[in-house]
């Protein structure tokens, strides 16, 4: 059965470093997305990503996390100046031929910034 | 507020018994999808119900939505040690992304 795959499954980054997280998709999805969810609590959209654009995003995307399908396998998730409160476990998910699809979910990063 | 809070947050149960969890919203939905987290690990999909549907069934979990009443439950039967995990609802309202409540921990003892 198909499924998302993420990599790494942990990172350790020291605060201010950029760390780039990978995941590639479901191979017939074009519809993607990254979540996180901070130990103990609830997951959290991030960004949906859709025909090379970002779809929406959240207050959380700011400036310093941008996203790139720099190929047709790759979709990347990358945090430019690490801070201690973006740790965290991230997911990548990938649906369909809609937004209104289930979404199959990574088994995630486990970053950890120091 | 857009995302699902389910009730209750913590249900012990025994193996044998079936596990009943609710979820309850405030705004429109397209649809609602249910999902499993094992202890620090991935979601795992479980079942997606439109906002026209009003039951699924899939193996032993049953699924109901009531846009009426706005809330939405996931029934396990026969529940064994292995469901042992956290159940999210997740909200589809159109935004092009789920939003997720903080869950309910099921454990079953063996």
């Known amino acids: 059965e198909p499924e998302v795959t993420q990599t790494p499954s942990h990172q350790v980054t020291q605060m201010g470093q950029e760390v780039i997280l990978r995941c590639v998709p479901i191979?017939?999805?074009?519809?993607f997305y990254w979540y996180r969810q901070i130990l103990g609590q609830k997951v959290e959209f991030l960004v949906s990503?859709?025909?090379?654009?970002?779809?929406?995003k959240s207050e959380i995307f700011d400036d310093q996390f941008s996203v790139e399908r720099p190929d047709g396998s790759n979709f990347t998730l990358k945090i430019r100046s690490t801070k201690l409160e973006d740790s965290a476990m991230y997911f990548c998910?990938?649906?369909?031929?809609?937004?209104?699809?289930?979404?199959?979910f990574g088994p995630g990063t486990r970053l950890l910034v120091l | 507020s857009q995302q699902g809070e389910e009730d209750p947050q913590a249900l012990s149960i025994q193996e044998g018994e079936n596990a009943t969890m609710n979820c309850s919203y405030k705004?429109?939905?397209?649809?609602l999808q249910w999902y499993r987290q094992n202890s620090g690990r991935g979601l795992v999909h479980l079942i997606l119900i439109r906002s026209n549907e009003r039951e699924k069934h899939s193996g032993r979990l049953r699924v109901t939505l009531d846009t009426s009443k706005k809330s939405s439950s996931l029934l396990i039967t026969a529940s064994r040690a292995a469901d042992t995990a956290s159940y999210f609802c997740?909200?589809?309202?159109?935004?092009?992304?789920?939003?997720f409540g903080s869950g309910t921990r099921l454990q079953v003892q063996p």
């Open positions: 705004t429109s939905i397209n649809n």
């Open positions: 998910a990938s649906s369909g031929t809609s937004w209104e699809e289930t979404q199959y």
């Open positions: 997740a909200l589809d309202t159109g935004r092009r992304a789920l939003t």
């Open positions: 990503f859709y025909n090379n654009e970002i779809s929406e």
């Open positions: 191979s017939n999805h074009l519809y």
